[in-house]
């Protein structure tokens, strides 16, 4: 049974930093595409950004580009979110997630979910 823990969330000032770790465990980790999906408060689960298994290839949802970076480690099981000019509007649970065909990552497809991590921007 796979598991996804995140790490890294807080509370942070607008204009600040954040970066969020995703930890797998339980099996191997490279041939999946992982990503990261938000849910704000009274608002549906969305599509963050995404990163293939070799880590070549990185999608993100418009309101995110040029601010946040998507990596991972393979041999660390690890993925990571960098946030970058955090606004208030970023604060939301983060979740990370996998499947196997990466992209922009649909809800329906996304074979495991971590258990979230809350990102608060202070304005």
């Known amino acids: 049974q796979v598991q996804l823990v995140e790490s890294g969330g807080g509370l942070v000032q607008a204009g600040g930093s954040l970066r969020l770790s995703c930890a797998a465990s339980g099996r191997t980790f490279s041939p999946y595409a992982m990503g990261w999906f938000r849910q704000a408060p009274g608002k549906e689960r969305e599509f963050v950004a995404s990163?293939?298994?070799?880590?070549?290839?990185?999608y993100y949802t418009d309101s995110v580009k040029g601010r946040f970076t998507i990596s991972r480690d393979n041999a660390k099981n690890t993925v990571y979110l960098q946030m970058n000019s955090l606004k208030p509007e970023d604060t939301a649970v983060y979740y990370c997630?996998?499947?196997?065909?990466?992209?922009?990552?649909?809800?329906?497809?996304?074979?495991?979910w971590g258990q979230g991590t809350l990102v608060t921007v202070s304005s």
């Open positions: 990163i293939n298994w070799s880590g070549g290839s990185t």
């Open positions: 997630a996998s499947d196997r065909f990466g992209g922009y990552m649909s809800l329906r497809r996304v074979e495991v």
